[in-house]
């Protein structure tokens, strides 16, 4: 089977997604406009970035996105997929409108349909013309599936596929636990405003006048760096608060096990955070804030803890309590693994995918 992917090819969950169908022997083509990172051999992938870089007329985004679609219309004719696979809508998306596909498949990653529209109005219209030439609709969010009936009655075509955790890669390792009395923690979330990270900052004030042992490790990129490491070292925080460079994924479930608590306290999330999966696969305790559906994976003193948002003193609180009760948390650990396992195993729902595409291809 030949298909086509429409997809942020920098993204870890677009790599992981073709590696998958790669290693089922398909053949795999692979279009954006950006940078391509994570490259797998004898994929065939299609970028403009070094073009944007040089010609000036394509700094101009509205002769960009003219000449990308075009060109990309050529490109796919020419490519002729069984099956064209658009991951995120975006205005690069309008390839999908255009190009009459054999078999369309579209997945929403919820700020293309819960965000962005809200923002530029005539997107909207883009995105209901791009669900009304899917024959598939695949979601992992019950609100994007609200949100996506709110268009038109697409009940038919819509699919729930979980989003999904390498169980085989993110696991515990009891080796790495516990070595240190310091307690460690883990942030992997993005320094921007919507992470509130200065929420961990404060909660870190809280724990070292309370006389707790610990170091909260915060890794990603550095959007906001200057104005959080001047807050951290105004409030005397420098041994405690460590900032560290984007993490390299292939090495993500070592930095899980070499911790002690992960904790996120964003102020919006799409459904649960990979990351925060992850960790839980990891059979780390989580502490996150209370949006989106961690509710639904993470309930009070069963598997950890969901805080409100903007809580600094919660957040100290449940870290104090992890640190002074860990050796009656062990059910909170089982429970964590147990969830992760049967709601969002990679090879699971990655076969999910794979049905859809079969019984997609034998369609006339």
Known sequence: MKICYISPLGSIHTYKSIKYFYDLWYEIHCI???KISNRIEWINYYSFDEKIKNNFFLKIYIFRIIFFTIY???KIKKINPDITHLQFIWFWSLIALFYKSRKLITTIWWSDILVIPKKIPLFKIIVNKILQKSDIIIMDWYNVKKEVLSYWNYESKIKMIWFW???NIFKKDITLKWNNARIKIISLR???SIYNISTIIKAAKILKENNEDFEINIYWDWAEKDNLINM???LWLKNYVIFKWKY???ELSKYLNESDIYISVSLSDSWLAVSTGEAMSCWLPVIVTDNADNSKWIINYENWFVIPNKSPEKLAEKISYFINNKDNINKMWDKNISIISNKNNY??????????????NKKS
């Open 165 to 167: 955790i390498d169980t």
């Open 232 to 234: 951290r070292d105004e």
């Open 248 to 250: 390299n994924h292939n």
């Open 347 to 360: 090879y699971r729902e990655m076969n999910k995918i794979n049905d859809i595409y079969k019984e997609l």
């Open 190 to 192: 993005a320094l921007k």
């Open 32 to 34: 954006w406009n950006e």
């Open 72 to 74: 990309w219309i050529k």
